[in-house]
């Protein structure tokens, strides 16, 4: 009888609160539609690591704090000085994940080497200096299939390229010989769909990719520049015994 009175009492405190963080996020949300109309809509209002903090998520991946009246807004970093973690930090690279069997292959040139069993995805700009260095690199990797993802993000010239690349009877050839030997890929000519390219750039918006490269291993981990060839050997070796 006892045990079954206190499996209905926390069902009731449970109860109670989802009710309260459901009413809390609700005056937040309004508080601030009233008070800054021209804020983007908001995902998501959740506790932040600091008590009577509030994380306010919105444009998918962007973070702001505020208190429980929405009255002062916090901006920046929440950094634990304990075990000195940035959890603002590891919060939007929970956020920002990538998914490497969800990535959409037919918006990227892919390229096997050898066996090609294992894999690597890479966000890169034609015009880009560390990409060439890092393409470079990458050619002399064993047993490695390449998902290159153009992303155009260095101007126009950048976005010609990349669909001069793209639209070539065979993309994987072009994108190689421009990035290793400078020879410049032949116009495109007539009709070519050239979608996964604007694809590619907002894939990389909302995961926050802001620079190349930028590679992404199969099992998550992510990497910013050119990094260096031994570190690329261990993190595939890494990847390869989690998946």
């Known amino acids: 009888m006892k ?10 405190a449970a109860v109670l609160a989802c009710g309260s963080a459901a009413a809390q996020e609700a005056a937040i949300r309004k508080a601030l539609a009233e008070r800054l109309p021209s804020m983007p809509r908001i995902d998501e209002v959740r ?22 009246k929405a009255e002062f807004i916090v901006q920046g970093s929440i950094l634990d000085t304990k075990t000195l973690t940035n959890l603002t930090e590891a919060r939007l690279d929970q956020l920002t994940a990538i998914d490497f069997a ?5 918006d990227a040139i892919t390229l096997r080497q050898g066996s090609g069993k294992r894999q ?13 260095r890092f393409e470079r690199d990458l050619a002399g990797v064993k047993d490695l299939t390449i998902h290159a993802f153009l992303m155009p993000i260095l101007g126009p010239d950048s ?14 050839k072009t994108w190689r010989a421009w990035m290793l030997d400078g020879v410049v890929p032949p ?23 802001n620079g190349t490269p ?12 050119a990094i260096p060839i031994d570190q690329v050997e261990k993190l595939l070796a890494a990847a390869s015994k989690k998946v």
């Open 3 to 12: 045990t079954t009175t206190a499996r209905l009492a926390l069902a009731a």
């Open 47 to 68: 506790p932040a690591p600091i008590a009577g903090l509030y994380e306010v998520r919105y444009g998918g991946s962007e973070i702001l704090y505020v208190d429980a």
């Open 102 to 106: 969800k990535l959409p292959f037919k």
């Open 120 to 132: 690597v995805a890479v966000f890169v700009d034609p015009n880009c200096g560390y990409c060439k």
């Open 159 to 172: 976005s010609a390229k990349s669909r001069d690349i793209w639209c070539n009877k065979d993309p994987a």
């Open 187 to 209: 116009k495109a000519m007539g009709a070519c769909d050239a979608g996964a390219l604007a694809r590619n750039v907002a894939l990389g918006q909302r995961h926050r990719i």
């Open 214 to 225: 930028a590679v992404v291993f199969e099992d998550g981990t992510r990497k910013p520049g």
